[in-house]
């Protein structure tokens, strides 16, 4: 909390605590808080006379209510639109771009371990002398495993 400070002089660590740094530190960030405080008292001011001077245009009338309605049936309209949306968005061509993407990103994965397989593989029958079907059979590799195309 920054009541004691501390400095390394030399091989030693030295502590100390004045009783007027602490109270400094307390004054400076009362001062801060006063000061943040009356520049929120002066922002709610400005805003509640922002919205005195709005209400008088506020008074409910007939064109009011009339595109009040308009406004929640081109909201309900559009909320409808963007469900129908939501049904085609996989064939959106940047959808689409996207999971070919992730594909060929799976595929690249895929065909790294397949090489990873084969190179341990290749390692194994050279330097424990076994066959590649016995390599094959010890760790359940299939016999018609290849690369992905």
């Known amino acids: 909390n920054d009541l004691v400070s501390f400095e390394k002089i030399g091989s030693g660590n030295f502590y100390w605590c004045f009783p007027s740094e602490a109270f400094n530190k307390r004054k400076v960030r009362e001062n801060k808080l006063n000061a943040s405080i009356s520049e929120v008292e002066q922002e709610i001011q400005q805003l509640q006379k922002e919205i ?30 963007q469900k129908e949306c939501s049904k085609y968005e996989q064939f959106d061509p940047a959808q689409i771009k996207k999971t070919q993407e992730q594909i060929q990103l799976a595929k690249d994965a895929a065909n790294r371990w397949t090489d990873n397989i084969f190179v341990l593989k290749s390692w194994a029958t050279k330097t424990y002398n076994i066959e590649g079907k016995a390599f094959n059979d010890s760790f359940q590799i299939p016999e018609d495993f290849d690369y992905v195309e």
């Open 52 to 81: 005195q001077e709005l209400e008088p245009g506020r008074e409910p009338c007939e064109e009011r209510t009339k595109l009040d309605s308009e406004i929640s049936t081109f909201s309900q309209q559009l909320s409808e639109i």
